[in-house]
């Protein structure tokens, strides 16, 4: 069954330290991942997705196909970095989506 | 620019009440979601549509149903709203695999 795991609800940090949000999946194809952000008072919104293998706002994650991981890094936290992050997965029939439960980043100053 | 808009920001109703929550987007996207997203679960696939008038069931369907009567709008309906609904309710719209989301309505079931 398709699942995406997010060990970790809360990640607190200080501002210039390095972060990484912890992604896990399951599926039985070939999966599309995702990172999804949702700032404060903000709509949810795409921060990055793996075939693009570009870096956004100073994050990259890289898809480990062995490790069926995806983690979302940053070498340096910013206090505007501090939002929920959503790991998420596209696969199959019509685009359908499965989202991990989301990981809150808080960068402290 | 993508822009999904939803008809409420904030909704109290009463139990037993029948709920209609409308999603629109403007940029002729074939395919539309309902979420819920609640604190630890992370968002919820209630129900997708992938064309006018088609429908299938996301992994929580049970107390809802929508309609997809014209392709830039997307309705959810609780046709009999129950306290455990209460919930963030997220609109999407997707094109080439990528999500575009509204942005929500908070809806509160007394």
């Known amino acids: 069954a398709q699942r995406v795991t997010q060990p970790e609800k809360l990640l607190s940090v200080f501002k210039g330290a390095p972060v990484e949000l912890k992604c896990n999946y399951s599926y039985s194809g070939s999966p599309e991942l995702f990172w999804y952000v949702q700032y404060s008072r903000q709509r949810l919104q795409l921060l990055l997705r793996h075939i693009s293998r570009e870096s956004i706002k100073g994050f990259t994650a890289d898809l480990n196909k062995g490790e069926t991981s995806f983690h979302l890094k940053k070498p340096f936290a910013q206090e505007e970095d501090s939002a929920m992050y959503y790991c998420?997965?596209?696969?199959?029939?019509?685009?359908?989506?499965?989202f991990g439960s989301g990981t809150k980043l808080n960068v402290k100053p | 620019d993508v822009k999904v808009t939803q008809s409420s920001r904030y909704l109290v109703k009463r139990t037993g009440e029948k709920v209609f929550l409308e999603c629109v987007q403007d940029?002729?996207?074939?395919?539309m979601f309902w979420y819920r997203q609640d604190p630890g679960l992370g968002l919820r696939l209630i129900y997708f549509s992938y064309d006018v008038k088609m429908k299938e069931k996301g992994d929580i369907p049970e107390g809802y149903s929508v309609s997809r009567e014209k392709k830039e709008r997307f309705s959810l309906i609780l046709e009999s709203a129950s306290t455990n609904q209460t919930s963030m309710y997220l609109c999407?719209?997707?094109?080439?695999?990528?999500?575009?989301f509204g942005p929500g309505t908070r809806l509160l079931v007394l």
């Open positions: 999407a719209s997707s094109y080439q695999e990528t999500q575009y």
């Open positions: 940029m002729d996207h074939e395919n």
């Open positions: 998420a997965l596209s696969g199959g029939n019509f685009n359908k989506f499965y």
